[in-house]
């Protein structure tokens, strides 16, 4: 049989099948639910901004070459940083309490083009983690910057805050709940898609008509066991009051 599927088709299987999308939805939702609550662990982010510059700051004659000069070096203090050195002096101040792989793993550098501000971030799976990592850091970056490039001025503008019922920035619960529930849906229209391709069952007048090419005249409804007894039921009183009906008559004219 050419299997031909049309968009009156598709509709009509979606809405026959539609248990099997709120089944896949409701199981996608239930699974990333679980993830999010009970396996995903929490991270939370905290920042601080660091200003750098080549020349003392506390000069009033700067030059605006000296300013260039100081935009071109923001990359290499960013690299600075999360150097080995930097990392090593910030895990011992803060008395071993992260490793250094965690501390390397938690900061992360950005710098804005032209600017000479320096964004520190750190992400870790305590909000007070985040924050003591990443003021530790800045700080030991302001006081290391100096020996090791012989000149340069750091100047931390903010420090992070630490605040209790800081929310996570990671995972993004809304954005995961919404995507498990596409996803469910697509999963459920998936499997109503396939099952339509493969289903050669005849449902109605058209699908005989298109697998036999014959002419049906006329159709007979299916009866349940339950409707057949009643309507036996019903056809065998009435023949009983029929019957008795005639009977009355019969004696009547006699």
């Known amino acids: 049989m050419e299997?031909?599927?049309d968009l009156k088709r598709i509709l009509g299987a979606i809405s026959r099948g539609k248990w099997y999308?709120?089944?896949?939805i409701g199981l996608c939702v239930c699974i990333m639910s679980i993830y999010l609550w009970f396996i995903a662990t929490p991270v939370y982010q905290?920042?601080?901004q660091v200003l750098v510059n080549q020349v003392d700051s506390s000069k009033t004659?700067?030059?605006a070459q000296d300013v260039q000069a100081n935009l071109q070096l923001v990359d290499t203090y960013s690299a600075i940083v999360t150097s080995p050195r930097i990392l090593k002096?910030?895990?011992?101040?803060l008395g071993n309490k992260y490793s250094r792989e965690e501390i390397a793993n938690a900061v992360q550098v950005n710098s804005s083009s032209n600017s000479q501000i320096i964004e520190i971030t750190a992400e870790y799976s305590s909000a007070k983690g985040a924050t003591e990592i990443v003021n530790k850091t800045a700080q030991v970056f302001e006081k290391q910057i100096p020996n090791i490039?012989?000149?340069?001025d750091v100047t931390i503008l903010s420090q992070a805050q630490y605040t209790k019922g800081q929310a996570p920035v990671k995972p993004h619960k809304s954005l995961m709940l919404t995507l498990s529930f596409?996803?469910?849906a697509i999963i459920g229209i998936m499997i109503i898609f396939v099952q339509t391709i493969f289903d050669r069952t005849i449902k109605s007048v058209e699908d005989l008509q298109e697998a036999f090419g014959l002419t049906v005249l006329g159709t007979v409804n299916a009866f349940e066991p339950e409707q057949v007894k009643v309507k036996k039921r019903v056809k065998g009183e009435?023949?009983?009051n029929e019957k008795k009906n005639r009977t009355e008559a019969i004696n009547r004219v006699q």
Do not use: D, P
């Open 61 to 63: 004659n700067i030059q």
């Open 21 to 24: 999308i709120l089944g896949a």
């Open 89 to 93: 002096e910030v895990e011992k101040e």
């Open 3 to 5: 299997e031909l599927i």
């Open 182 to 184: 596409v996803i469910g």
């Open 46 to 48: 905290s920042k601080t």
């Open 238 to 240: 009435s023949l009983k």
């Open 149 to 152: 490039m012989n000149f340069g």
